[in-house]
């Protein structure tokens, strides 16, 4: 059973940065991605970023790109995102999530439709 264990989440100052983990175990086999989501009071989930495990390759929303970074450590089972100059509007409860992706490599995209397993979250806020 795959099951993914956010942490980092924490209040910072607005300019402040956060790095967040995913800890992904019990899949079935190596090729799958890990995204990463976010939820805000009163808005929809939203996706950030996306990494393979098949190669490596990344992707990021329009929300993400320039401010925040996913990597993965695969001796730590572990994924990354480094959020940084975070803004009032980055408050929510960040997820991480999985899917079982073909070997081959794909792009690999954070579609909060496309992914069947998810975490807990992880809370961040940013004060004025």
């Known amino acids: 059973q795959v099951q993914l264990v956010e942490s980092g989440g924490d209040t910072v100052q607005s300019g402040g940065s956060l790095r967040l983990s995913c800890v992904a175990s019990?899949?079935?086999?190596?090729?799958?991605?890990i995204g990463w989501f976010r939820q805000a009071p009163g808005k929809e989930l939203e996706g950030l970023s996306a990494?393979?495990?098949?190669?490596?390759?990344?992707y990021y929303s329009d929300s993400a790109e320039g401010r925040f970074t996913t990597s993965r450590d695969a001796a730590k089972n572990t994924v990354y995102l480094q959020m940084n100059n975070l803004q009032p509007n980055d408050p929510a409860i960040y997820y991480c999530?999985?899917?079982?992706?073909?070997?081959?490599?794909?792009?690999?995209?954070?579609?909060?439709?496309?992914?069947?397993?998810w975490g807990r979250g992880t809370q961040v806020t940013v004060l004025p």
């Open positions: 990494i393979s495990s098949v190669d490596g390759g990344t």
């Open positions: 019990g899949f079935s086999r190596d090729s799958y991605a």
């Open positions: 999530a999985a899917r079982y992706i073909p070997s081959t490599p794909v792009v690999v995209t954070p579609m909060v439709v496309l992914y069947d397993y």
